[in-house]
């Protein structure tokens, strides 16, 4: 073990998280919801484009502090696509090799990404494949398999360390309603809801932590039967988010309410959004502000006031090919346009 090169390596990420600013927390105008506020933590400007560069970190640091990572380490992971292109970064950034385990189906702007960041992609058919042949090239290449399903909830210091959560109550201090009646995310590892959820207990806040689940995704039926052998033979359509079987990292206890979404809610969300912002956003954000406005329209028909957070996990320009891509649209989700009106109604109710 080269201790010097370890603690070189760790001195690097510590000085690019200083050079580094906080993302944004968004306010959302909605005017069919007086007295509630709407906001979106938008994870999207951090330097890899997503909420995954925050991961990315805390696996590196975990790893290198385990002793686990050192001089010439290959690095594997198996991803959706947003860790590894994180992943990649952070390797680039300490001269180590990259491999990203992905479903062949991966939107193809995330695999260009992580090749530009100087990684090698390896395809498997399925998403249930990724994580036996990480397993299996991590052996063949006497690499280290970050295993950020397994790590995520672990690897981030949930008690407040300026991570996600710590940030967002930071930055709703002087907000009309500073403490969130609900903070709404969705599961990928589930490593964020683990820490936004522990941390709003250690903290002693009355914020509800609600996650939201997409269709062909084993999390909510978990949550409900408490099922660890649960699987599902189909994967999800929601980039991101959503596991075929129930991930060590997700965390069930500290969930208050979980919600199922339809995908073609999820996309028309997500559509739904660029005409707010005025910029896209990725598949899993429409999720979580679908889950968001159900809570708003529950708010409003019981007559509080108060605030909804919710995370912007990435922007929609990945997903041109898919999301933003009428034909993609309509043979993989089907017709958006009921839900495009639900919003429109629930939004500007008459
Ligand atoms: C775009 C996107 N949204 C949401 C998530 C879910 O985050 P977590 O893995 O912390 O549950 C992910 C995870 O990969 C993601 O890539």
């Not at 400007?45 to 790893?63: D, E, Q």
């Not at 939201?212 to 995704?217: A, F, K």
């Not at 529950?298 to 995370?311: A, F, Y």
């Amino acid at each position: 073990m080269n201790s010097n090169w370890v603690k070189y390596a760790i001195n690097e990420i510590n000085a690019d998280a200083q050079r580094s600013a906080d993302t944004h927390l968004i306010r959302l105008a909605l005017p069919g919801f007086p007295g509630i506020q709407l906001y979106l933590k938008d994870e999207s400007t951090h330097p890899t484009g997503s909420l995954k560069h925050r991961l990315a970190r805390s696996l590196f640091l975990y790893g290198l502090c385990n002793g686990w990572i050192n001089e010439g380490t290959t690095i594997i992971e198996s991803s959706s696509g947003s860790t590894a292109v994180s992943e990649a970064w952070f390797a680039r950034l300490l001269g180590l090799p990259f491999i990203a385990v992905m479903p062949s189906c991966t939107a193809r702007r995330k695999v260009e990404q992580i090749t530009f960041y100087g990684g090698r992609c390896h395809f498997v058919d399925s998403a249930c494949e990724i994580y036996a042949a990480s397993e299996t090239l991590a052996r063949e290449l006497n690499g280290h398999y970050m295993d950020q399903f397994t790590f995520a909830e672990r690897a981030t210091d949930w008690r407040g360390n300026n991570n996600i959560a710590d940030s967002i109550f930071r930055q709703m201090k002087n907000e009309p309603h500073p403490e969130p009646d609900y903070i709404v995310m969705s599961a990928g590892t589930g490593g964020t809801s683990a820490t936004i959820g522990r941390y709003i207990r250690c903290q002693g806040y009355d914020t509800q932590l609600m996650v939201v689940d997409p269709q062909n995704s084993v999390f909510l039926d978990y949550w409900q039967s408490r099922d660890a052998g649960l699987r599902s033979t189909v994967g999800s359509k929601i980039e991101g988010i959503g596991r075929p079987r129930v991930e060590p990292s997700f965390i069930p206890d500290v969930v208050d309410e979980m919600m199922r979404v339809p995908d073609a809610a999820s996309v028309a969300m997500a559509h739904w959004l660029e005409t707010q912002l005025g910029r896209k956003v990725g598949a899993s954000t429409g999720t979580n502000m679908w889950g968001a406005l159900q809570l708003a329209v529950r708010m409003r028909e019981e007559g509080r006031s108060g605030s909804i957070v919710t995370l912007l996990c990435d922007s929609g320009e990945r997903y041109l090919d898919t999301y933003y891509n009428p034909q993609w649209v309509s043979n993989n989700i089907g017709d958006i346009a009921p839900w495009t009106a639900q919003i429109q109604a629930l939004v500007y109710p008459k």
